[in-house]
């Protein structure tokens, strides 16, 4: 053994009051001055996971109330008192193996692209866009890719297994000419169809021709007895 180093980890609150709980690891050395890794600490999933902040339960904890309950970030972390980067890097490493879950996405029937702009950056405030793939029939976001154009959807759909990619294709009738050609590529023995919410912006947004109805002009009467 070469020495016994001491981590603080952040748990979950006690009777109101925040929680660390501080572990003692066991740090091991090899005498072979050959061996390749030289020294390592113990470590016990049950504990704290690899390279978290967190105890187990608190990270999980903050996944699940990231991720089903919609809760910010900023906001857990403000329950466990501790930084932001602490329970969003535990967010993400628990959340990352739920997310890429195959049985997650499941085989839905209707899919749509819908392009979202992320976040404003840099002195001339460049336009961050991201592309939203979502299982229309159900209301469930799939996956969110970078970028506006079709190159990351289209690596998306590759990705998936054969039975699964032969969804109805769902598209507004504006549709992008880089989404086109994801459906058109990856999708090619798919429907289009329109969902209700496209059509009636489609039909607010046409141009409609008004005529503009003054009113006739003042005439001077004159009375005459």
Known sequence: MKER????????????????????????????????VGSWTGEDARIAASRMGLTDRAGRWA???????GRSVSEVADD?????HTVNHAVIGYGTALIEDPDRIGEPDAV???????VREGEYRRQCWSTQIVDVSQGRLLHIV???????????FAARPEPWARPYRVGDPGLSASYKMVFDTMLSDASQVADPFHVVRVRHEAPCIRRRVRDPPLRAVAAVR
């Open 80 to 84: 466990l008192a501790c930084d932001w």
């Open 63 to 69: 996944t699940e109330q990231v991720g089903r309950h």
């Open 112 to 118: 749509g692209l819908d392009e979202t702009l992320y």
């Open 5 to 36: 180093p001491t981590v603080t980890f952040t748990d979950l609150p006690c009777f109101g009051r925040p929680v660390r709980l501080v572990w003692r690891k066991h740090r091991w050395a090899c005498p072979d001055p050959s061996c390749p």
């Open 146 to 156: 970078a970028g506006r154009d079709s190159a990351e959807p289209c690596a998306w």
